[in-house]
């Protein structure tokens, strides 16, 4: 034990008291839905944090509430920390998530608690370092922003819906410097870390040290001093992070934002799979604090909800920085004329024209697609052999500067045949291009120029975070990358954007492909056309004419919102219906499919007010050796579906509230 905790004593017969405390483990091991009992001779609060015995191991948790001596024998608290309680409105989040995601207590405290804590953190005596924020360097609310201000001075949820480029973030520092001087601390939500160093360094340079950043991406130590600033901060704080940051053990909470709320990287697939807007939503209203959702383009979901529970919906439809010759053009290129692409089978004529013009500028160029690798499709020309991972079944990408084959399922890998496995044919072809076969065709055409490459197989020294100023100064002329680059960035020298196929999410089979591709293609052409220079956007799409992409490139956000909810409720999926998707793998198809014939069955006759589609093999077939079937369960009533999930065996997975059904 380290130096700043306080050690329990073994009861003897000197000891007349023993206090009982209910105790939430942190530890994946506990797959229990009830807090463990423990005694200790000292009187706790709740909240105190201790270190407890669990199965001869020693694991940190907290005390959630004291009970009587119970009948059974009891194990002692090991040890107890010096440190601040936690928060009490986190232990009533954490006990409502148990019920409204129904996860054992142990995987849902490591939302609440470090893993541990290192001698050196528990006696630092470190302070921040507030100073008053500089105020002087935001820039003036423009009339709408002020209007905005006004409307968000009441505590309430707030649907913000601004284009983009209109100063949303302007915005949310203004509510949480309001909420400094009532001495209210903020937490400011980013969907992706890559996103949190721009944001970050915006709020860094008016608040200071104030300012505390925490992502997955941190170091274990950085993470843990993260922790402990906010849990020991005796001043209003902000807080900055993906979804996780929504559990920072700050005491006086007034202000939760959701930027790019849109955003399924909102939604965590691990148990417990729970929705930040969800979550937030609820933490908010129990401790009375205002919660913005704000985003270009808002989910279909959200945007009705807002208008059935009359939340007001705040529209900013005005750049923020008016600019008569920062005018955005839009061409959109149909990739089946070929004569169009005839320098290059990525690039068209279009679009490398706008490089050129724009590297002879000096601006910055963004070049969107959202593959990785250098190839998705390695084939054989002649018998049509195709190269699929052994234990997922899916086509393996080919990476060039690897020379390697690899599984963005499993990760399995494998060397680049010569010939085909097959037939012995000589000529292995590679089709569809990934991000890192266009950097090779774009160094081919603008060799002079500076490239990246931003995607999820970046090594830690090349993400974006780690090159994100770089970026802001211009020292990258040209930007390659998947979806992490469509969102909330502002590059005050990007002047020209290339969408290289804007089909990509068009025609999956999902409830949500529209949207996505609606939302995808808006918030791309809006990272530029921000005021800063005048913009080209180039579309290469194989369907010019298809309505989502003209929406989106017009951004008619309420026509594509209408059409979008109409077909909602004809085929009865979100918001008019709660959902739940159940996945059986199992080792061989069959297998998965006789299981989920049977659960589908019992749960017909049931007596639950369900309507039941499938079973169906899932959209991924095969995944690191199992075959997937999967059933999906529509209620008028959520509690219909944590029943349903109650009475599932212990070997299938559930997914409660799926953003897709892939």
């Not at 040290?209 to 170091?219: C, D, G, N």
């Amino acid at each position: 034990m380290f130096g700043n905790t306080r050690h329990a004593h073994k009861t003897d017969v000197y000891y007349k008291d023993m206090y009982y405390y209910f105790v939430w483990v942190r530890s994946a091991r506990y797959h229990g839905q009830e807090p463990l009992t423990y005694a200790s001779n000292e009187k706790l609060e709740v909240g105190t944090i201790v270190d407890v015995e669990l199965q001869k191991a020693s694991v940190i948790g907290f005390v959630s509430g004291q009970t009587t001596k119970p009948r059974f024998k009891t194990k002692e608290i090991l040890s107890t920390y010096e440190l601040p309680a936690i928060p009490s409105h986190l232990i009533r989040l954490a006990r409502w998530i148990l019920v409204y995601y129904p996860a054992p207590i142990g995987i849902i405290s490591q939302q609440l608690l470090p893993a541990a804590f290192t001698q050196k953190q528990m006696t630092a005596k470190d302070k921040l370092n507030i100073l008053p924020p500089k105020l002087d360097l935001l820039p003036e609310l423009t009339p709408d922003q002020s209007a905005a201000i006004e409307t968000m001075s009441v505590r309430d949820t707030f649907l913000l819906h601004g284009k983009t480029g209109s100063g949303k973030t302007r915005l949310y520092m203004e509510l949480a410097r309001i909420n400094i001087d009532k001495g209210r601390s903020s937490i400011i939500l980013t969907p992706e870390i890559s996103l949190t160093s721009q944001l970050a360094d915006n709020f860094t340079r008016i608040f200071g040290e104030r300012v505390i950043i925490m992502h997955s991406k941190q170091t274990p130590a950085q993470r843990r001093k993260a922790w402990l600033d906010c849990l020991r901060a005796a001043e209003p704080v902000i807080v900055i992070g993906p979804r996780s940051a929504l559990f920072a053990p700050i005491q006086k909470l007034g202000l939760v934002v959701l930027d790019e709320e849109h955003e399924a990287a909102y939604k965590q697939e691990q148990s417990p799979q729970y929705h930040s807007g969800r979550v937030a939503s609820y933490l908010t209203n129990m401790i009375k604090a205002t919660l913005i959702f704000g985003s270009a383009t808002p989910l279909v979901t959200d945007y009705y909800l807002a208008k059935e529970k009359e939340k007001p919906i705040i529209r900013l439809d005005k750049l923020a920085q008016q600019n008569s010759k920062a005018k955005t053009e839009i061409v959109v290129v149909d990739h089946k004329d070929h004569g169009l692409f005839s320098s290059s089978n990525y690039l068209s004529q279009p679009l490398i024209e706008s490089i050129g013009q724009a590297l002879s500028r000096n601006e910055q160029i963004l070049l969107y697609l959202n593959r990785r690798g250098t190839a998705r499709m390695v084939m054989c020309e002649k018998c049509g052999w195709q190269a699929t991972c052994p234990n997922c079944d899916v086509p393996l990408t080919y990476h060039g500067d690897l020379h390697q084959l690899r599984c963005h399922s499993c990760d399995f890998s494998a060397p680049v045949p010569s010939s085909c496995p097959e037939c012995h044919y000589a000529s292995v072809v590679f089709k569809t291009a990934g991000t890192k076969a266009i950097v090779d065709d774009v160094k081919k055409h603008f060799a002079h120029a500076s490239v990246s490459r931003f995607d999820t197989d970046n090594l830690r020294n090349e993400t974006f975070e780690q090159k994100y100023f770089d970026a802001r100064d211009g020292k990258i002329d040209i930007l390659v990358g998947t979806q992490m680059l469509a969102k909330g960035l502002d590059l005050p020298k990007l002047s020209t954007v290339g969408i290289l196929l804007a089909d990509t999410s068009l025609y999956l089979p999902d409830f949500t492909a529209q949207e996505r591709t609606y939302q995808l293609i808006n918030q791309v052409i809006g990272r530029i056309g921000r005021g800063h220079i005048a913009g080209r956007a180039v579309i290469q799409t194989y369907h010019p004419d298809h309505p989502i992409l003209k929406y989106a490139v017009e951004d008619d956000y309420q026509t594509f919102y209408n059409q979008e909810l109409e077909s909602r409720k004809k085929y009865l999926f979100p918001p008019f219906c709660y959902m739940l998707k159940i996945k059986i793998r199992r080792a061989t198809s069959k297998g998965a499919e006789s299981t989920a014939l049977r659960i589908k069955d019992e749960l017909t006759s049931s007596g639950y007010r369900l309507k039941i589609e499938g079973p169906a093999p899932s959209f991924y077939e095969k995944q690191l050796g199992k075959y997937q079937w999967q059933l999906v369960v529509k209620a008028n009533q959520r509690n219909e579906l944590i029943r349903v999930i109650a009475d599932l065996p212990a070997n299938v997975q559930y997914d409660i509230d799926p953003i897709d059904l892939l």
